[in-house]
């Protein structure tokens, strides 16, 4: 039997793909992706004769590296009815998502030692429709759990430095905060951080704040600089209200402050820190010079930030609610600019659905969480071809840069000897997004209604075609010791 991992052994390959606009490490271009076994074995051109036991022609379909999705939480075990393995992976190989890595919150227990993470892992097993990692929590009191969960393939650890909405996974003080860079900085992991500081969150709006002016943190860029682009069709403008006034509770400051104190714990242990869901693009001036003096850090932001706005919030939406906020239309183009100059490294999910009881009543009280692990690249992509992007920026954000971020070189990209991740993606097809519709456990999204560009059409995971109605063949992924 031929080893499938052997790339040099086959003589007819087991599957080729054409694509006139294939996405590949140098651009994109014309080329023919041949498999074998479940990896990439050799990359030729589009009307080279490339022997295989089948050939598909996608014509002028995007042929890209599958999206690599850093930051999913699936809530399994313990809070499955808010998202289970089995429907986030089938809703991630829909969106063209072929690896996961998974948050240690809000499952029960959460993933803050070894017998946590085998409780992961035994949950998610025969439930995986993609590759799926799992990242390991630090919180107040696992200390000395981290290098076990290190040594047992975690990809790195996730903490807060806010109450994090769930009582059992506490947020680290200053000094928590120090000592778990000191202990990712000894063991040559990464931190990730949910940067906001409690003294700038407020259970209710200062007054001075009411008025929305928090919608746009950086005075110095007018609304008329603002891109004058509707961001999705069917999502329209709101009067200032409610959501103002949840937007007053999270201001810019807290993000701004936190990745300070974040950054100075970095300088001074030496660790590798990430700061997640970057929404206030005032703390880019603060990321970039840190990066200047050598410290380690790098950060996403999400879809929702990039093409949602609070100016477009409707009044009581609260599947738009999430944390830290959607800010305003002068805050997310600076967060474009930020992405487009490097100063944000990648764009992933923040998947983080509920039940549908917990999304109800006002933005005080509604769960904090956006579930999108499904239109991330159509989003994307809407918003992208219209700024003169092309498909391969999407995979440099999307598939190769969190890829990179958790050292998973096989993935995220069409090269040889990499994993055969692939996605067929229509760049012109117009749809209308109808939650119902989508493969996450619950018909929640702030995208209902929205009119997107781009739709994926096949999803390949190692070389085969996802059937979300057959059975799974995700596997559960394990870091790599670099």
């Known amino acids: 039997m031929t080893d499938p991992y052997d790339i040099a052994a086959p003589v007819i390959y087991d599957l080729v793909l054409r694509s006139r606009r294939t996405v ?14 479940e990896r990439i074995a050799v990359i030729g051109g589009y009307d080279e004769p490339i022997p295989a036991h ?43 998502v072929t ?49 076990a969960l290190h040594d047992a393939g975690v990809f790195g650890f996730k903490c807060f430095t806010a109450p994090s909405g769930v009582d059992e996974f506490p947020p680290l003080d200053a000094a ?26 407020h259970d209710t709006p200062p007054t001075a704040q009411i008025d929305g002016s928090q919608a746009s943190p950086r005075a110095h860029i007018e ?31 807290a993000e701004t402050s936190a990745i300070r104190e974040v950054i100075a714990a970095a300088r001074a242990t030496g660790a590798r820190v990430h700061i997640l869901h970057l929404a206030a ?57 930020g992405l487009l100059n490097g100063r944000i490294d990648i ?5 983080s659905p509920s039940p549908p009881g917990m999304k109800t009543g006002d933005f005080a009280t509604a769960w904090g969480g956006i579930a999108s ?29 969190p890829a990179d971020l958790v050292g998973l070189e096989r993935k995220g990209r069409i090269q040889t000897g990499a994993d055969a991740d692939l996605v067929a993606f229509d760049p012109e097809h117009a749809w209308t997004v109808r939650a119902a519709d989508l493969l996450h456990r619950h018909p929640v999204t702030p995208y209902d209604g929205a009119t997107l560009t781009g739709k994926v059409v096949s999803t390949w995971l190692r070389g085969a075609p996802v059937d979300t109605e057959a059975a799974p063949r995700g596997r559960r992924l394990r870091r790599s010791p670099r």
């Not at 930051?71 to 009815?81: A, C, F, I, L, Y």
């Not at 928590?176 to 409690?198: I, M, N, Q």
């Not at 994307?380 to 003169?388: I, L, N, S």
Request: aromatic share 4%; with cysteine; proline share 8%.
């Open 24 to 37: 590949l490490p140098d651009g994109e271009r014309p080329a023919a992706v041949a498999v074998a076994g």
């Open 54 to 96: 089948r050939t598909e022609d996608l014509g002028d379909l995007v042929l890209m590296p599958g999206l690599v999705d850093t930051h999913v939480h699936v809530n399994e075990p313990g809070r499955t009815e808010w998202e289970g393995f089995a429907t986030a992976t089938r809703a991630a190989a829909a969106g063209g």
């Open 99 to 147: 690896t996961i890595v998974d948050m240690p919150l809000n499952s029960l227990p959460p993933t803050v030692d070894t017998a946590a993470l085998a409780a992961k892992r035994a949950a998610a097993e025969d439930q995986l429709w993609v590759d799926t990692g799992f990242w390991g929590g630090a919180v107040p009191g696992n200390d000395p759990d981290r290098k």
């Open 176 to 201: 928590g905060l120090h000592r778990a860079c000191a202990t990712v900085a000894a063991l040559g992991a990464l931190l990730l951080v949910h940067a906001e500081d409690p003294a700038h969150l």
């Open 223 to 253: 609304d008329s600089q603002a891109s004058p682009r509707a961001h999705i069709d069917g999502l329209q403008a709101s009067p200032k209200g409610d959501f103002d006034r949840f937007l007053a509770t999270r201001p810019p400051e």
């Open 281 to 337: 693009a005032e703390a880019l001036a603060d990321i970039a010079a840190a990066r200047r003096d050598g410290v380690r850090i790098t950060a996403e932001t999400c879809p929702h930030y990039l093409t949602l706005a609070a100016e477009r919030v409707p009044a009581g939406a609260t599947a738009f609610k999430c944390c830290p906020p959607i800010r305003g239309e002068a805050n997310r183009e600076a967060l474009w600019e």
């Open 347 to 351: 764009v992933v999910s923040d998947h």
């Open 373 to 401: 692990l499904q239109l991330g690249l159509p989003v994307m992509w809407t918003e992208a071809h219209g700024r003169g992007l092309a498909p391969a920026d999407l995979a440099r954000w999307m598939s190769t840069g």
